[in-house]
């Protein structure tokens, strides 16, 4: 475990770490965005087991967005069709479809701020500020984005179910879950996607799992221990 000189500079470093990324740095944040959405586009090509629904993820402050929705949905578009905006902080515009040429689609919008950017740059503070050599922390860094990202796949999943495809009545939805169902569609929306503390829950408990040893969890495990025969005594 931490010395207390070790713990503290590793509470020194995760505060310098977290505060510089956090910073709304526009550029980075608009070149995360950028990934964000191609991500997005990438694996949302088919939404899991049904092939018919399809994600396109775009700008949603582009100028041309509106040509960029004509690219993505074929088919004429009323001349009266304008992209919703959204909210000040969302900037990807989501647009859900069902087969090949639709006869409609969808629109939601999002944050890839606080769906994925506080996630990824909290998660990298983490690892940064924990003393470790550069090969485990490169490890650790390699399967916490790996998971990390299988995080933000499923967060945005409950998203696109709960709002989209999973709403019965939706002329593009893919399934009609049932009362039970939907009650979890929309219960796992609100703790995935509509928490924003999560972003930085969830990269804490992935940064556990990957980033301490086995011999740090057994130490761990007996503090644990220790505290739990304590208060039993008490």
């Known amino acids: 475990m931490l010395q207390p000189r070790a713990a503290l500079k590793f509470s020194v470093l995760l505060v310098v770490y977290a505060t510089l990324f956090l910073i709304p740095w526009q550029p980075v944040e608009q ?34 967005l509106r040509m960029q929705v004509e690219l993505a949905i074929p088919g004429q578009l009323p001349r009266s069709f304008q992209p919703a905006r959204g909210e000040h902080k969302q900037d990807t515009l989501l647009l859900l479809s069902k087969g090949p040429k639709p006869p409609s ?17 909290w998660l990298l503070a983490l690892i940064l500020a ?14 916490g984005m790996v998971l990390l990202h299988l995080f933000i ?16 009545g939706k002329v593009y939805a893919l399934f009609a879950p049932g009362e039970f169902f939907s009650e979890v569609l929309t219960r796992g929306d609100e703790v995935f996607m509509q928490n ?4 930085f829950f969830a990269p804490t408990f992935i940064w556990f799992a990957v980033a301490f040893s086995r011999s740090e969890w057994a130490v761990l ?13 008490d």
Do not use: C
């Open 153 to 168: 796949a499923v967060r945005l999943s409950f998203y696109l179910a709960a709002k989209g495809f999973g709403v019965s």
């Open 105 to 121: 689609f969808g629109q939601l919008h999002t944050s890839s701020r606080m769906v994925g950017y506080w996630p990824t740059v």
């Open 196 to 199: 924003p503390s999560l972003s």
């Open 31 to 64: 070149a995360y965005a950028s990934l964000f959405r191609t991500g997005g586009n990438i694996f949302f090509t088919r939404f899991w087991f049904w092939g018919e629904g399809h994600t396109k993820f775009l700008d949603l402050h582009a100028k041309d």
């Open 130 to 143: 924990k003393p470790m050599s550069w090969k485990r922390r490169g490890k650790s860094l390699m399967w």
């Open 221 to 233: 495990r007996k503090l644990t221990q220790g505290s739990d025969d304590e208060n039993e005594s």
